[in-house]
């Protein structure tokens, strides 16, 4: 099949990882056509692995987020805010009610998850960090790679995250995901009755996001709506109400949101790399010429605005503007729904919310965690640690090889074996059960198919970015019941 090479043709990702990358080879290094990839062997893996210079890696990886390259420029001359959503969503597919998910294998490059709307333009991600895949080689798997991307962005932003560690064993393909969705074997083995609100054992309460989606509930602004499915999503994750918050504030206090405009980011990667096709993924459909589907013509989630007014530095500001500024719905440039501070002028004019962040302030336990981390920055960045540690490296890291290290010392041989948490609280009080009106759409070459969104941003994310999700097609007959006003201001 011959490719069609990006806009930017001549492309290359020289960095200053001491690796040339034609711009093109790497999209389909970490995106591969194949959907496959070779991995090696137990014992090379471990004896590259030794070999590894984790600090010569570290110190790469942060060059790299201030290497903005034309064929996809850094917002605000920095990557961390996409390296963050890169991290967090191949970490948050995990589950803890059956343990599928995670960023262990490195799956994001394979279907079923390269495909999910709410990876959308990460496959950029994963093509900026191929450099450093390409120079390091077998020694560092993909699934550290991308955990270390997003860590890398934290730590430079300012985020004090204490460890970082190494080890994680490769897939070859993506068989282990399919269980997640949306997949045949998903529909067999784990129905969603209603798509927007799936329930457990499922994680997500959409197929194909990793988080829930960011406009509420089927894609009605009602935060109080958002804040059940916000406990179930993250608690089948794993994560307690402190954890939740703490993960939430930490993906949006870094990076933007992507909504240019409504025409979306182009085709999924199984649609562009369908047979006779000479496409690559998510080309982009806002904007002209050059600059054409990137920087500021970019639409991932199709949510518009950073979530802080220094969006490359670590604060709490994000919690204290959701508590203390009055927030009303509009629709942003992307046709969805987010929320702006009402009467606002200068930098905070340009500051969004999502949904999903103002239902924060719906639900006792997660507003007094908003307020502990509004007050108290020592408190926020404890919290953070521990929840970034348990999401991308307790949880869902699958085997690790047998001479596996951190960056702080020694590796801890219990994370070896890790108990997946009991979630069974989360299962509806009656099971589920197959739902005929559920069908896998045939075409899904619009994003808007699934979902809202990112980025995470993200994402989480992406959480962290962690999260810029687009809405599912189903969103649209729920629009109905918002009123047909613009904007209304928040009632918290």
């Not at 951190?406 to 979630?423: A, I, K, M, Q, T």
Request: hydrophobic share 35%; charged share 30%; proline share 5%.
């Amino acid at each position: 099949m011959v490719m069609k090479k990006l806009a930017v043709a001549a492309a290359v990702l020289v960095g200053r990882a001491s690796c040339k990358m034609d711009a093109h080879d790497a999209v389909l290094m970490g995106t591969p056509i194949e959907d496959k990839q070779d991995t090696p062997s137990k014992e090379d893996y471990e004896k590259a692995l030794r070999d590894l210079d984790v600090e010569a890696v570290k110190s790469d990886m942060q060059k790299l987020l201030t290497d903005s390259q034309d064929f996809w420029p850094a917002d605000f001359g920095w990557y961390g805010g996409l390296m963050v959503r890169l991290a967090w969503h191949c970490s948050g597919s995990y589950r803890a009610s059956d343990g599928a998910g995670g960023c262990g294998g490195g799956r994001q490059r394979f279907e079923p998850e390269r495909s999910w709307p709410d990876n959308t333009n990460l496959d950029k991600a994963r093509a900026l960090v191929a450099p450093l895949k390409e120079k390091y080689g077998d020694g560092l798997s993909w699934g550290d790679l991308f955990v270390l991307a997003g860590t890398t962005a934290l730590r430079d932003a300012g985020a004090p995250i204490k460890k970082m560690c190494f080890g994680r064993v490769d897939d070859n393909d993506g068989s282990k995901s399919t269980k997640l969705g949306p997949t045949a074997l998903q529909v067999e083995q784990t129905p969603c009755k209603k798509d927007g609100d799936c329930q457990y054992p499922l994680g997500d309460t959409t197929l194909g996001l990793i988080y829930v989606n960011p406009e509420g509930p089927m894609g009605v602004p009602k935060p109080e709506g958002s804040v059940k499915n916000i406990r179930q999503t993250f608690g089948i994750m794993g994560h307690s109400d402190k954890n939740t918050v703490a993960l939430i504030g930490g993906g949006h206090a870094v990076g933007k949101g992507h909504g240019a405009c409504k025409k979306g980011a182009g085709k999924l990667p199984k649609d562009a790399y369908a047979d006779g096709k000479d496409e690559l993924p998510w080309q982009g459909q806002c904007g002209s010429g050059d600059s054409k589907g990137k920087g500021d013509n970019t639409a991932t989630a199709g949510f518009e605005g950073a979530f802080t007014t220094k969006p490359t530095k670590w604060d709490n500001e994000y919690f204290q503007k959701l508590l203390h500024e009055d927030w009303e719905k509009h629709k942003g440039p992307g046709g969805h729904w987010q929320w702006r501070i009402k009467n606002s002028e200068g930098d905070d004019s340009k500051l969004m919310r999502l949904t999903s962040d103002i239902a924060l302030l719906h639900d006792p336990e997660y507003k007094k965690f908003v307020q502990k981390f509004a007050d108290d920055m020592d408190a926020f960045n404890d919290a953070f640690d521990e929840a970034w540690f348990d999401l991308t490296t307790r949880f869902g890291s699958g085997t690790w090889a047998d001479n596996a290290k951190c960056d702080d010392g020694e590796f801890d041989d219990s994370l070896r074996h890790v108990e997946d948490p009991d979630v069974s609280k989360y299962k509806p009080e009656q099971l589920w059960m197959l739902n005929d009106d559920f069908n896998p759409p045939a075409e899904s070459s619009n994003t808007g198919v699934f979902i809202a969104v990112a980025g995470c941003a993200m994402v989480l994310s992406a959480v962290i970015k962690i999260s810029f999700r687009r809405r599912s097609s189903q969103t649209q007959e729920p629009e109905l019941l918002v009123e047909d006003a613009e904007t209304e201001t928040l009632v918290a």
